[in-house]
């Protein structure tokens, strides 16, 4: 399938569910079969969308080709586009999906919407799935018809793509100038000149979806989608989309795992500054003990070794005394000084005491 518009990308933000889109695509016949197979789950895709048993809700048929074929009857077509298949995405948040009359609403809101954006006479098909997990999005397959009046009054009926776009387009936007953004002049007419390119339409398209979800439906809280600054093609398989959550999701999970392992890595990195101050503060304190303790040890031998310088000191003075007591009592025993035998006695019991002593 090769895209007709190239509808504008947006922003998604906290308001995603408060926000309605439209994407379309060209169709070739090919691709008309493929949509049609599609519609009636005879493909392998719809196959593995498929999320619970409830039918969908069509406007028109299941048989596409058949109904294009019916919309078409008598109608000239430049082109080979078999038909536009438009996705009309709901706000997810404003209304209730799993609402069975909700649900026909959207499909009738979004098939009115469509024709009455492209002139009125475009729709032939249009279908709402309801056993996939999304119930927001309706396929609206539809091909723009028209009266063309031939100058002498001949009216046929002719279809095309783009003429109703390109009008909402140059009704709604006008051609400005990229460094001033000012809208341009038109020399000839002196006025502005409108714009019409595929990125005008797209634009319009959403725009005016905004405005029929705002007045039409009476969704108050309905926010308008916030445009990026390039045009791609907007729409993606739900395989890929999916695929896309999948990758964010790891995305994510690897983030919190790196933050995770940041902020322990972190956390051991504090914890380990702290045991090393700790370290250094017993390392500290185990110094300090020792010093202590070195100084009480010195202290106790000086104390030891005096004590003992003390001793031997006295046991000096003590042989003194004993020698000068022996000497005096000798000195009296030569001199002739008469010593009675009771004074002997005591002198002699008083060295033995100092001998024992």
């Given at each position: 399938?090769?895209?007709?518009?190239?509808?504008?990308?947006?922003?998604?933000?906290?308001?995603?569910?408060?926000?309605?889109?439209?994407?379309?695509?060209?169709?070739?016949?090919?691709?008309?079969?493929?949509?049609?197979?599609?519609?009636?789950?005879?493909?392998?895709?719809?196959?593995?969308?498929?999320?619970?048993?409830?039918?969908?809700?069509?406007?028109?048929?299941?048989?596409?080709?058949?109904?294009?074929?019916?919309?078409?009857?008598?109608?000239?077509?430049?082109?080979?586009?078999?038909?536009?298949?438009?996705?009309?995405?709901?706000?997810?948040?404003?209304?209730?999906?799993?609402?069975?009359?909700?649900?026909?609403?959207?499909?009738?809101?979004?098939?009115?919407?469509?024709?009455?954006?492209?002139?009125?006479?475009?729709?032939?098909?249009?279908?709402?799935?309801?056993?996939?997990?999304?119930?927001?999005?309706?396929?609206?397959?539809?091909?723009?018809?028209?009266?063309?009046?031939?100058?002498?009054?001949?009216?046929?009926?002719?279809?095309?793509?783009?003429?109703f776009s390109k009008e909402q387009a140059?009704?709604?936007?006008?051609?400005?100038?990229?460094?001033?953004?000012?809208?341009?002049?038109?020399?000839?007419?002196?006025?502005?000149?409108?714009?019409?390119?595929?990125?005008?339409?797209?634009?319009?398209?959403?725009?005016?979806?905004?405005?029929?979800?705002?007045?039409?439906?009476?969704?108050?809280?309905?926010?308008?989608?916030?445009?990026?600054?390039?045009?791609?093609?907007?729409?993606?398989?739900?395989?890929?989309?999916?695929?896309?959550?999948?990758?964010?999701?790891?995305?994510?999970?690897?983030?919190?795992?790196?933050?995770?392992?940041?902020?322990?890595?972190?956390?051991?990195?504090?914890?380990?500054?702290?045991?090393?101050?700790?370290?250094?503060?017993?390392?500290?304190?185990?110094?300090?003990?020792?010093?202590?303790?070195?100084?009480?040890?010195?202290?106790?031998?000086?104390?030891?070794?005096?004590?003992?310088?003390?001793?031997?000191?006295?046991?000096?003075?003590?042989?003194?005394?004993?020698?000068?007591?022996?000497?005096?009592?000798n000195v009296r025993i030569t001199s002739?000084?008469?010593?009675?035998?009771?004074?002997?006695?005591?002198?002699?019991?008083?060295?033995?005491?100092?001998?024992?002593?």
């Amino acid at each position: 399938m090769r895209p007709y518009f190239l509808v504008m990308r947006y922003v998604q933000n906290d308001n995603a569910g408060k926000v309605g889109a439209v994407r379309q695509e060209a169709l070739k016949p090919s691709d008309l079969a493929r949509a049609e197979k599609h519609g009636k789950r005879e493909d392998e895709s719809s196959q593995k969308r498929r999320v619970r048993d409830e039918e969908a809700l069509v406007y028109g048929t299941l048989d596409l080709a058949a109904a294009r074929a019916q919309h078409m009857e008598g109608v000239k077509q430049s082109g080979r586009t078999a038909c536009i298949h438009t996705f009309v995405q709901f706000p997810s948040n404003l209304i209730d999906g799993t609402d069975k009359e909700q649900q026909l609403q959207m499909l009738n809101h979004a098939v009115r919407f469509l024709d009455d954006f492209h002139g009125g006479d475009a729709v032939f098909a249009a279908r709402l799935d309801r056993d996939e997990t999304g119930r927001h999005t309706v396929d609206v397959f539809l091909l723009p018809k028209y009266d063309y009046r031939y100058k002498d009054g001949r009216v046929f009926k002719k279809a095309s793509v783009s003429k109703f776009s390109k009008e909402q387009a140059r009704a709604r936007y006008v051609k400005t100038d990229k460094k001033t953004g000012k809208a341009i002049i038109d020399r000839k007419t002196g006025k502005r000149i409108p714009r019409d390119d595929t990125r005008a339409q797209g634009s319009a398209l959403q725009d005016a979806f905004f405005e029929y979800l705002r007045d039409e439906m009476q969704l108050s809280d309905v926010m308008p989608p916030e445009r990026k600054k390039f045009t791609a093609k907007d729409r993606v398989e739900p395989e890929e989309y999916g695929l896309r959550k999948d990758r964010e999701r790891l995305h994510d999970n690897a983030r919190q795992l790196s933050e995770a392992d940041r902020t322990a890595r972190e956390r051991n990195k504090q914890q380990a500054a702290q045991n090393k101050a700790q370290a250094r503060s017993l390392e500290h304190r185990e110094a300090e003990l020792l010093a202590e303790k070195k100084t009480l040890s010195e202290q106790k031998l000086a104390f030891e070794q005096s004590s003992a310088r003390r001793a031997a000191t006295l046991d000096k003075q003590e042989i003194r005394v004993k020698r000068d007591a022996k000497t005096v009592r000798n000195v009296r025993i030569t001199s002739g000084q008469g010593v009675s035998r009771k004074l002997n006695r005591i002198l002699d019991e008083s060295f033995e005491t100092q001998d024992v002593r």
